[in-house]
């Protein structure tokens, strides 16, 4: 089975603080995903990865930037948190057109 | 970008009842999946089914690509199968993937 993991199941952080948020898998995948889950607005696209290095906006890219040094680990950067970054945070990754495999999300609160 | 419509929104069922989920989306695709949304935020992947049909146990699905919609299919219901419901889609662009865009969900109560 995929295996998604993500860094923290909870966490909590002050404005301005520059937060990490981190992806490993374990299959090899070539393509990785991060969305933010919000009451009323659903699952929506922060920014994928299709491959090493190389990086593509989603619906909503601003206020973040992602990181692919190594294959398996995608990490998402807010630099500069802010109130409104408050949300349920999912990573996600793929081989090719196959399917989707998720995480178990990281609740952040931004104080 | 490609839409994605889900219904009913809301369902309340009694446990053994039976249910059938709809999702219609706007253009083609690439990618269809079926997901389980768990009360601790899981996402449980349930199908992968850019077309035809599946069955998993009680749960089954059916694509019908050429019109734009996809089916899921909950039989004999137990308080388990609560949760919210997302269907979700992709397009793929130059070849590659390109994020998955989800419907609103349904939200499944099953009470016993």
């Known amino acids: 089975d995929v295996k998604v993991t993500q860094s923290s199941r909870y966490l909590v952080k002050r404005t301005g603080e520059k937060v990490f948020l981190e992806c490993v898998q374990d299959?090899?995948?070539?393509?990785m995903f991060w969305y933010r889950q919000d009451p009323g607005l659903g699952l929506r696209l922060i920014y994928f990865?299709?491959?090493?290095?190389?990086?593509e906006k989603g619906d909503i890219p601003e206020g973040y930037s992602v990181s692919r040094e190594k294959k398996e680990r995608f990490s998402l950067i807010l630099e500069s948190a802010s109130t409104n970054q408050t949300s349920m945070y999912l990573c996600a990754s793929s081989q090719g057109d196959g399917p989707q495999h998720f995480g178990d999300g990281t609740r952040l609160s931004i104080l | 970008g490609i839409q994605v419509e889900q219904s009913p929104p809301d369902l309340i069922l009694q446990e053994g009842a039976n249910s059938t989920l709809r999702c219609n989306f706007s253009?083609?695709?690439?990618?269809l999946q079926w997901f389980h949304q768990n009360p601790w935020g899981q996402l449980i992947n349930l199908f992968y089914i850019p077309s035809g049909t599946k069955q998993n146990g009680r749960l089954s699905a059916t694509t019908v690509a050429t019109e734009r919609y996809s089916l899921l299919y909950i039989s004999s219901s137990q308080t388990t199968d609560s949760g919210v419901y997302f269907c979700a889609v992709e397009r793929y662009s130059g070849g590659g993937a390109d994020g998955l865009t989800f419907g609103k969900g349904t939200h499944l109560i099953i009470q016993p």
């Open positions: 990865s299709y491959d090493v290095k190389m990086k």
């Open positions: 253009d083609s695709v690439n990618n």
């Open positions: 299959m090899d995948h070539e393509n």
